[in-house]
């Protein structure tokens, strides 16, 4: 499968516990992005990285949230001492820089339980 | 703040008949138009994608287009069959001054279709 994968697919935990997403991207791709959905909602904007340099936060994304992307290949979302409302499914896209708009693809998402 | 509307929210309809989803955006910086469509617990499958210089796009049983200057696009869905029963998510790009783009997405319109 050369599309965007994300794991694990399904994660529950318990309220003040901290979780690790990992999202691998279609392999040409030097853009790679985040969001969230909550339920009922349509997906929200978090972040994005170009290569391994992450150009943009949004306001959603508190201090408990950090993403990397050490290498410019994967990229990992912690979220450190979960809240109940940290539950929603967390999902990646890639996407390749050029001259015009390049269309994002998204991965199956991470559905996050916080019990 | 760029926002994009989908009505209704929800719609059921009884199978072989034809259906149009609406979206409207408030940005007229949105440079693409995207329709998604997500099954439950599922992540996103893009169905189609309007580019900028664009006024719609086919793909089989469905026709989307676009209006920039109104505001609006549409998803023309013929002949419904309880397969295409999903949320279907209408999504705008957005390019700053930098070509970063990111994707504002609707709450989606849930669609059920009736055997």
């Known amino acids: 499968d050369t599309g965007v994968s994300q794991n694990p697919r399904h994660k529950i935990t318990k309220r003040g516990q901290n979780v690790t997403f990992r999202c691998d991207p279609i392999s040409e791709h030097n853009r790679l992005y985040w969001y969230r959905q909550t339920l009922g909602q349509g997906p929200e904007f978090l972040t994005y990285?170009?290569?391994?340099?992450?150009?943009?936060k949004s306001r959603l994304l508190s201090d408990r949230f950090s993403a990397e992307r050490p290498k410019g290949s994967f990229s990992t979302l912690e979220i450190q001492r979960t809240e109940q409302g940290d539950s929603a499914m967390y999902l990646c896209a890639s996407s390749t820089q050029g001259e015009i708009y390049n269309e994002q693809f998204f991965g199956p998402g991470t559905r996050l339980t916080v019990l | 703040k760029q926002e994009v509307t989908q009505i209704p929210a929800a719609l059921s309809v009884p199978e072989g008949e034809n259906l149009v989803l609406n979206c409207s955006f408030t940005d007229s910086a949105i440079y693409n138009l995207q329709w998604f469509r997500q099954d439950p617990g599922k992540g996103l499958t893009s169905l189609l994608l309007i580019q900028s210089s664009q006024r719609e796009q086919t793909s089989g049983r469905l026709n989307a287009s676009l209006d920039k200057s109104s505001g609006r696009s549409t998803l023309y869905i013929a002949a419904s069959q309880p397969g295409d029963s999903a949320t279907y998510l209408c999504?705008?790009?957005?390019?700053?001054?930098?070509?970063?783009?990111?994707?504002?997405f609707g709450k989606g319109t849930r669609l059920h279709i009736l055997p």
């Open positions: 999504a705008g790009t957005i390019l700053n001054m930098n070509r970063d783009d990111k994707i504002i």
């Open positions: 990285f170009q290569n391994e340099a992450q150009l943009e």
